[in-house]
C-alpha cells in the first residue's frame, strides 16, 4: 500500500501497525473472541455452561 500524496497518512498507517500497543490489543480482542466463542455459540443454542 502506497500513498504518495498524502505522507501523514501514510506515516499514521506505518505507525499503527508498527505499534506494539496496537498489537497486543488486537492479539487479546482475537484472543478474546476466540476463547469465548463456544461460550456464546452454547448460549445461542440454549444451553447452560460454566463461565470462568
Do not use: A, H, P, R
Amino acid at each position: 500500500m502506497t500513498i504518495q500524496k498524502n505522507d501523514k497518512f501514510k506515516v499514521k498507517i506505518s505507525y499503527i501497525d508498527k505499534s506494539s500497543t496496537w498489537n497486543k490489543l488486537n492479539n487479546f480482542l482475537i484472543s478474546y473472541i476466540i476463547e469465548n466463542y463456544d461460550i456464546m455459540e452454547d448460549l445461542k443454542n440454549g444451553e447452560s455452561k460454566d463461565v470462568k
